[in-house]
């Protein structure tokens, strides 16, 4: 097993399914800078399966898409745990939302935990049709949500 660096950066999302495609795409995006502080990983799951992924790092960077419609399709959001306190599910009824999952993971391996976990969460406008294509406000948000990564990995730990 390689050593884990302080930081990731984790896109979530699905390839086939339209606007969820965004944070696999900032995902690939920041892979591609090779930063040497920084792991770089993807994922098509929620809840519970997001413990094992974040132990052991400093800095965990969560980017996926959301839909609030309290925000026009395209807008880029930094939140943090507590902004998951209402969600109901993961990705089915059946998982627990990220909020659960996290508080879960803090008191199974609180050493391991990162203390320091965000989203960047861009409001979505398709999360339902089947496309290799994301809709055009959120195609135009990914460079916004990448140098919004970029800011926060450039933060001090």
Same mark, same amino acid.
């Given at each position: 097993?390689?050593? +884990? =660096? /302080? =930081?990731?950066?984790? $896109? *979530? $999302? %699905?390839?086939?399914? %339209? /606007? /969820? &495609?965004?944070?696999? +795409?900032?995902?690939?995006?920041?892979? @591609?800078?090779n930063?040497?502080d920084? !792991?770089? !990983?993807?994922?098509?799951?929620?809840?519970l399966?997001l *413990?094992?992924?974040v132990? !052991?790092?400093?800095?965990?960077? *969560?980017?996926?898409?959301?839909?609030s +419609?309290?925000?026009?399709?395209?807008?880029?959001?930094?939140? !943090?745990?507590? @902004?998951?306190?209402?969600?109901?599910?993961?990705?089915?009824?059946? #998982?627990?939302n990220?909020?659960?999952?996290?508080?879960? $993971? =803090?008191?199974?391996?609180? &050493?391991?935990f990162?203390?320091?976990?965000?989203?960047? @969460?861009v #409001?979505? &406008?398709n999360?339902?049709d089947? %496309?290799? #294509?994301?809709?055009?406000?959120? =195609? @135009?948000?990914?460079?916004v949500?990448v140098?919004?990564?970029?800011?926060?990995?450039?933060?001090?730990?």
């Open positions: 097993m390689t050593e +884990r =660096k /302080d =930081k990731l950066v984790l $896109g *979530i $999302g %699905s390839p086939f399914i %339209s /606007d /969820d &495609q965004i944070g696999l +795409r900032v995902a690939e995006a920041i892979m @591609a800078m930063l040497p920084t !792991d770089v !990983d993807e994922a098509s799951v929620s809840g399966d *413990i094992e992924m132990l !052991d790092y400093k800095r965990v960077i *969560i980017v996926d898409a959301i839909t +419609r309290e925000f026009e399709p395209g807008t880029v959001r930094v939140l !943090d745990r507590g @902004a998951f306190t209402h969600a109901v599910h993961g990705t089915n009824p059946h #998982e627990a990220v909020v659960t999952a996290f508080e879960l $993971g =803090k008191r199974l391996e609180p &050493q391991r990162p203390d320091d976990i965000r989203f960047v @969460a #409001e979505a &406008q999360t339902y089947i %496309s290799e #294509e994301m809709t055009p406000p959120v =195609k @135009a948000a990914l460079p949500a140098d919004t990564v970029l800011r926060i990995l450039r933060e001090p730990l």
